[in-house]
């Protein structure tokens, strides 16, 4: 039996709704995350609302392993082997474009939190963000889209005033939108988060590898 279609409509309003809520509460975060006082509180408090969102979204169970992309089977088991070379890849990649040994000569916990960042970003924007425009976007839109609001995210966290970097917006925003689209294609075709969880965790830890503190970019 079908579903009248004005609660598909409505469906679709609040699915809609609650992907601009999120993406918005995520760039506004990232915005102030760096700032003193009030502007950080206002930052905690949109991270806050994210997770509201999220958890009025999320009822646990089968239903939560769906709606974040949580399930991988035996035969998609061989996409995390794809997700974990793609992550070493472009990790020697973006460590010899800044001219330093391709691989670290050792791993310091900080590079651990900065996969647990990294793994988290996976969870929320290919996880739950395309999952939901997954229900009513093509493949291919909802992963350029799920790109997209990272890119937003990522340009908001680098935009507070830095030590000099070579790093640039307009390199920023492409390379996280085309590599965010690559990773949303596969998290599509294997169903499954995890191969993308995995290859940023992988290129957290080997970028950030002999890191000891955190770089002014990071939540701190």
């Given at each position: ?127 739950w963000l395309q999952g939901r425009l997954l229900r009513w976007r093509r493949p291919l839109t909802a992963a350029i889209l799920a790109a997209a609001a990272h890119a937003a995210y990522k ?52 970028v950030y590898g002999a890191f000891t503190r955190a770089p002014w970019w990071v939540w701190n």
């Open positions: 039996m079908s579903l009248p279609a004005g609660t598909l409509a409505g469906d679709l309003i609040r699915d809609r709704l609650k992907v601009m809520a999120v993406v918005a509460g995520m760039v506004l975060f990232a915005l102030l995350c760096h700032e003193k006082r009030w502007p950080q509180s206002l930052s905690l408090m949109s991270l806050a609302a994210v997770a509201a969102v999220l958890g009025s979204d999320l009822k646990g169970g089968a239903e939560t392993i769906r709606a974040l992309g949580l399930s991988l089977t035996r035969r998609r088991a061989y996409w995390l082997a794809v997700g974990c070379i793609g992550g070493v890849g472009f990790a020697v990649v973006c460590r010899t474009a800044y001219h330093t040994a391709p691989l670290p000569d050792r791993i310091t916990a900080f590079a651990l939190v900065a996969a647990t960042i990294g793994s988290t970003e996976e969870l929320l924007f290919r996880g340009c908001a966290l680098f935009i507070r005033p830095a030590p000099a970097t070579s790093t640039t917006f307009l390199v920023l925003a492409s390379g996280t939108l085309i590599v965010g689209t690559g990773i949303g294609l596969m998290r599509n075709a294997s169903r499954s988060v995890w191969p993308c969880i995995l290859g940023h965790a992988v290129f957290d830890v080997l």
